[in-house]
Each structure stands twice: as structure tokens, then as C-alpha cells.
């Protein structure tokens, strides 16, 4: 349990911990090309512990100093593993797509939450491709066996990275062209990647493409990630004025900012740098009043994992807002439809959720209250921020799933008890 007290103002300069979607693939590509690799400003989070762990099984040398990753990769994986993805969705949804053209047997396994979350979004674009993937139920176990893949055209009807990314990552081993298309473009840092590490990849709109590609090893120096930054850029709105340094904005990251510019969140973006295709800034953020307002249709995306906090967010504003169109905030770590209005509605607020998102009823301010995380890190890094803002503060139960993304969220706060 984390006790969190009511706090008057909030101000300070923040480092945040390394992009954990660039993490992930950085290490993943790095570990199945024959070359040697640094990864700096790495994400150490659990997540990414997973990931690392699964690519040495198949054959990667990973050692970790710090935030810096050094990997010696291998083209041949090791056959026969069995693939241990923890809570982590991107994992076992990339390594997939990432295993399944390479001519060998693997199962991926999860915890008990990953294992009700849904893997035939995967399963069955791979199978169209030639794939030999069979999930249990839906679900993991996942088991993969070798097949020969053929490139096609594959048209998705959800916007999810980590389905285009597993179909990318399987197409880089597919004979001719692999085609995805999305119905809104989704985070991108696979194309990038993969289009930095030598792979002929097309981006046309929603629509990428890959050919079968020899990739080569590249250092990265992964961007603070947007998501954790969020937490302290909301805090900025609410009490005061933060920086968040070296932030990633790639564009298809940035739907949070587009809801500061609808909620009249006062931010500016400074030092602004493009590094290894992505690119960063410094993300000023000052105390604003909150605007209520309708977020839905194509800027939901890019918003998806800061839906919580925006919804925290508009509980501050003076009026009702709604949010529609984020069913996939369902198969989260969470149901976060469901937890997330429960958490707002815990802390004093008025949240209903909907079908596909929310209608908050916002009175300017939270009381408080005790929360439980639903071992969900972005609830628990959500329910801190609106016990931080609030009249009284509040209890965290079940705190340290934040360790998914975030192992330092608390200490770095610094302004709450065991
Ligand atoms: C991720 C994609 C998103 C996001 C997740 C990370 C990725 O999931 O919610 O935290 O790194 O590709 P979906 O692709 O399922 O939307």
C-alpha cells in the first residue's frame, strides 16, 4: 500500500525512464541479426526484463548496465524454447510474428493476466501468411511451429501496433511483399525501425509494407517515454509547472498533447531533435484551467494508453465530457473502461463508464480516497496523480505493478509513504 498526501503545488525538472515500445523492438530486432548492438537510455522495466529474457532463450546476449543495453544477436534462433512474456502484451505479440518465419518451435507463455488477453488478433493474420501459431482458447500459451510464409496484403479491423507490428516482424521473413492496413495508423516505431535497420518498408497512409529483408544491427538512444511523462506533465496542469526532458513526440505518441490543445492545457515544446527517426523535445506544462471536452474517432490511438489520465484530468474540468470509441481499452492490463471510471468514482468523482469509453462529470476538483491498482500499472500511476491533486490524498493498494513501466514512478514523485 502507498499513501499519497494532497500536495499544494508541484514543480521540478524530470529525466523519465526510456520509451518502452522502442525498447522492446530495439532489443528484439538487435537479438535476430548477426551484430552487436548498444541500446542507451534503455527502459529497465518489467516489461522489458521480459523481453530481454525471452531473446537470450532464443539466443541473445544481453548484458545490462544501468539504462544501457548491449546485445549480440543471432540469426538462427534456438529452437524448442519456451518463452516467458510475463504481463507483457507487446512481447508476446511481437515475438510471434517475430518467430514465426524462422523455422523453429517456440511456445510464449504469460502470467495470468496476459493469459486473458487476446492472442487469435495475432494468430490469425499470421496464419493468412502461412504461419503454423495456435493459441489455447484465444489465449496463451501460445505455440509456434516452423512454416515457410508468403507475403500478402492483410487488412486489419483493429488499430493496434502490436498487431502490425507482429505482421511486419513475420513479413521481414515472408517470401515477396507483406501488407498491413489499419483503419487509423497505430504507433509506428516498427516501420522506423525496421527502415533504419536496411528493411525496404513503404508507409502509404494506414498502409505499411515490408519485403523480405536482411536486417543489420543499430545502436539506439531510445526517447523518454511519453506515457510515463504523462503523469508528471498532468501534474504540471493541475499544481504548477513541469519539464519533462528529451520526451519522444512521434506523432502517432502524441494524442495527449491533442487533448491538451482541446482541454486549454497550457504547454510548450522545447530543444526540439530528431535521433535514429524518432523524434524529442522538452514538454513544459503549466497550471491551466480544464476545459471539458469530446474525444473520440482517429485521435484515439495515439492517446490509447493516456486514456486514464485524460479521464482523470477532465474530472478536474468544470462540465461533462465524453470519450468514445477506446474499445480497446477493454483488453488492457485491465478492463480500463471498468477501472478506470471506478478509480475516478473512488476518489470522489463522477466517471460512467460506456460501450466504449466514458462520460465524466466534472466538478473541478477530487476529494480522495483508497484505490486499489487492479495490478495495472497505468491505473495505479493514475490513481497517485488524482490522490496528488486532491482535497485529502488517498491509499494505493497493490502499488508496484508501476515497476511494468515505470520502476522509479514513486521515488521520483517524492512526495509519498510505504
Ligand atoms: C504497444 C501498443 C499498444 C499499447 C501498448 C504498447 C506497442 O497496444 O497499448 O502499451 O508497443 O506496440 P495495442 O497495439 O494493442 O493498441
Known amino acids: 500500500m502507498r499513501s499519497i498526501p494532497n500536495i499544494d503545488n508541484f514543480e521540478g525538472e524530470f529525466s523519465l ?30 516489461d522489458c526484463v521480459s523481453t530481454c529474457a525471452c531473446m537470450r532463450a532464443l539466443g541473445a546476449k544481453i548484458d545490462v548496465d544501468g539504462t544501457t543495453m548491449r546485445v549480440r544477436g543471432v540469426e538462427r534462433f534456438h529452437a524448442g524454447r519456451e518463452l516467458s ?22 511456445t510464449l507463455v504469460g502470467d495470468a493476466s496476459l493469459s486473458k488477453r487476446p ?33 500478402r496484403e492483410i487488412v486489419t479491423d483493429v488499430a493496434s501496433a502490436q498487431v502490425k507490428s507482429a505482421i511486419l516482424l513475420a513479413g521481414i521473413s515472408a517470401s515477396g511483399v507483406t501488407t498491413v492496413e489499419e483503419p487509423t495508423k497505430s504507433r509506428d516505431h516498427t516501420e522506423r525501425m525496421l527502415a533504419a535497420m536496411g528493411a525496404k518498408v513503404v508507409v502509404d497512409g494506414n498502409r505499411v509494407s515490408v519485403e523480405k529483408s536482411r536486417l543489420s544491427a543499430i545502436d539506439v ?20 509547472k513541469t519539464l519533462c526532458k528529451n520526451v519522444g513526440i512521434n506523432p502517432t505518441r502524441t494524442g495527449i498533447l491533442t487533448a491538451f490543445d482541446k482541454m486549454g492545457i497550457k504547454y510548450s515544446l522545447q530543444n526540439r531533435s530528431v535521433s535514429g527517426g524518432e523524434a524529442r523535445a522538452d514538454v513544459l506544462v503549466e497550471k491551466s484551467d480544464i476545459r471539458p471536452v469530446v474525444l473520440g474517432g482517429d485521435d484515439i490511438p495515439a492517446m490509447i494508453d493516456e486514456l486514464p489520465l485524460i ?27 471498468q477501472t478506470t471510471a ?14 466504449d469509453g466514458f462520460i465524466i462529470r466534472g466538478k473541478k476538483k477530487l476529494v480522495g480516497g483508497v484505490v486499489d491498482s487492479y495490478l495495472d500499472h497505468r491505473i495505479a500511476m493514475t490513481a497517485a496523480v488524482g490522490m496528488l491533486a486532491s482535497e485529502k490524498g488517498g491509499e494505493i493498494l497493490r502499488p508496484e ?5 515505470f520502476p522509479n514512478f514513486f521515488n521520483l514523485l517524492g512526495v509519498c509513504t510505504e
Open 17 to 46: 525512464p526510456g520509451d518502452k515500445s522502442i525498447t522492446h523492438r530495439a532489443l528484439m530486432l538487435n537479438s535476430s541479426v548477426d551484430g552487436e548492438a548498444v541500446i542507451t537510455n534503455a527502459l529497465g522495466g518489467e
Open 85 to 106: 512474456c510475463g504481463n507483457s502484451g507487446t512481447t508476446i505479440r511481437l515475438l510471434t510474428g517475430l518467430v514465426a518465419g524462422r523455422g523453429i518451435d517456440a
Open 119 to 151: 492472442m487469435e488478433r495475432v494468430a490469425r493474420p499470421l496464419a493468412l501468411l502461412g504461419a503454423n501459431v495456435r493459441t489455447t482458447d484465444g489465449h496463451a500459451p501460445v505455440y509456434v511451429a516452423p512454416a515457410e510464409l508468403v507475403g
Open 221 to 240: 538512444d531510445v526517447p523518454a517515454d511519453i506515457s510515463s511523462a504523462s503523469y508528471f506533465m498532468a501534474l504540471g496542469a493541475l499544481k504548477g
Open 311 to 337: 479521464a482523470l484530468l477532465l474530472a478536474f474540468a468544470d462540465g461533462e465530457s465524453r470519450i468514445t470509441d477506446g474499445k480497446e481499452l477493454k483488453v488492457k492490463e485491465s478492463n480500463r473502461i
Open 342 to 355: 471506478e478509480m475516478i468514482n473512488r476518489l470522489g468523482g463522477e466517471c460512467v463508464p460506456t460501450d
Open 401 to 405: 505493478c508501476c515497476a511494468i513501466s
